[in-house]
Each structure stands twice: as C-alpha cells, then as structure tokens.
C-alpha cells in the first residue's frame, strides 16, 4: 500500500508538506497546481511553488514532491511538464479534479471531464514531451455535473498514456459533502490497466480499511483527514485502531502548531499565516474538541505575533 498527500491549495504548502512528512507514512506528495496557460513559466515559478525541486524533489524526510499542472491547452501543458521534470520533479500530476469556480471558469480543473477527448489530447501531450522514466498521472473526479462521462473519461486518460489515476470519488457538484462514493473506483478499476488510487472521505484508519475494500485499490490519497489528524497516514501504514498507533495528543499537535507558525512566518514574512493557520484549525477541529474551542478565540486574530502568543499560552497550559 502506498499512501500520498494530496494538492490542497492554499494549505499544503511546502512546510506542511515538510511537517506531515517528517510524521511519517507518506510515501509521495503532490504539489498543489501550477496554472499554465499560455506559455512556458520561469524556473522561479516551480520552484517558488515547490522548494523541494532544489533538493533532488524530495522532503528532508526524503518523500518524493510531484508536481501538479492545471490548464487546458496540451502543448502549453506539455512543455511546462517537460520543463518541471528538467527542474528535478520525479513525474508530472494533472489536475483534472478542481472544483473552484474560478479554476473551472478558465476552462481547467473538473470541468474539463465534460470533454473527454481533450482529456485525452492534454495527457497524450504530455506523455509525449515526458521522458518515460518520469511517470505522469492524472487526478480526476467522478464528473463535473453526473457520472455519465465516468468510465469514458478514465478509460481516455489511461489510453493516452497516464501511467496511474488517482479518483476523488464524488462528482464537482457534490464538492467535498458525503460520501465519497468508493464503489464507482471499483468500476474504473474493471476498464482500466493502469492503477488507479483512491481519494475521498478518508478521515480514520477504518475508512481507509473500507475504502480500500469498497474501490479494490490497493493505493489511497489522503486530503482534508491528513490536516484533521496529523499522523493519520502513520496510523493506517501502521495498522491503527486500539492496538496500533493512537491519534497525536493534543499538546503534541499544539507543538507541532507552534513549530508550523515560526517556519509559515519565517518562509512567508507572515503574509499569508493567518489565512493558512485558521484554515489548518477548520479541520483540526473535527479531530479534536480542543481545537474547536481554542479557534473560537484564533478567528478573532489578525496579526501574526497575536496568533504565537495565543498557541503559546495553550501550550504552556496543556
């Protein structure tokens, strides 16, 4: 079983990436999506989104960092992975799974499971520019409105050379709500010959045991239930339940919140911590009570030297 972060932007961002990894459990990252749209990016651009390509595209606790392109044109596409895989990533992802409005508007992301023939045309491009050593895979939703184009669509995107496909199982217009409908996997899993990694509504060891007997993949992708409950991958890699490896301890979790805000603060000089760290909190706090109550207090905080010394004095207290 391989477990992979998965692109959440806005909040995985390198240090995240850094800090989950340093847990333990991961065996792979995505990154969250560079846009191309029409034309090739500067270096700066991927490494600004990925520091890791600078230290031969893995953590320091040596995870591998994909990373993932979002767009619509194939040859644009195409010479922006050729350009990611120069600058150290080990493969390409493509977003096929956004849902955001904005995203789906320029015609990228979940929308364009609409089109499955350039589905098919953007992950053939890229296959092409791609040496084959590097693997590109592609991240895909059910479907944009339904899941008429399902099977289509996953069968376009391994006949044109997806070396795997990760399968948030739920359509665009279901966004995030419950549930996640693992057994649809299973029936992208029949006509497809590539593997194919499942997502979605991954909260607790337990799921993952469910997830992983509902879809038939072996692989799982964790999102939101890896922000919720850091060591969950530690947990499902170990076995978790009530002779495994128990959830991190609230003080734990509050150090690791510490740690997180002098690097966010440190990397960024601030300017988007208090954004990052409230939106850590939205899902911390469907794991732990204590979070729900401390937030109450953070939503309140603007600056960042109000926001250490808050987590500070909670962490002196527990």
Known sequence: MRIILAPMEGVVDHLMREMLTEIGGFDLCITEFVRVVDQLLPARVFTRLCPELLQGGKTRAGTPVRVQLLGQEPQWLAENAFRAVQL?????DLNFGCPAKTVNKS??????????EQLYRI?????QAVPVQFPVT??????????????????ALAAAGATELTVHARTKTDGYRPPAYWPWIAKIREVVNIPVIANGEIWQPSDAALCREQSGSTDIMLGRGALAQPNLALRIAGGGGS???EALPWPEVLALLMRYSEFEIAGDKGLYYSNRIKQWFSYLKLQYPQAEQLFAKLRLLRRSPEILALLQSELAQS
Not at 107 to 116: D, F
Not at 123 to 127: G, L, N, Y
Request: a positive charge.
């Open 243 to 245: 002779t495994g490896i």
């Open 107 to 116: 015609k990228g992301g979940a929308v364009l499971l609409r089109e499955t």
């Open 88 to 92: 150290g990533s080990p493969g390409i």
């Open 138 to 155: 592609a991240k895909m939703r059910l479907g944009y409105e339904d899941t008429s184009l399902t099977l289509d669509n996953a069968i």
């Open 123 to 127: 992950v053939h491009a890229v296959r």
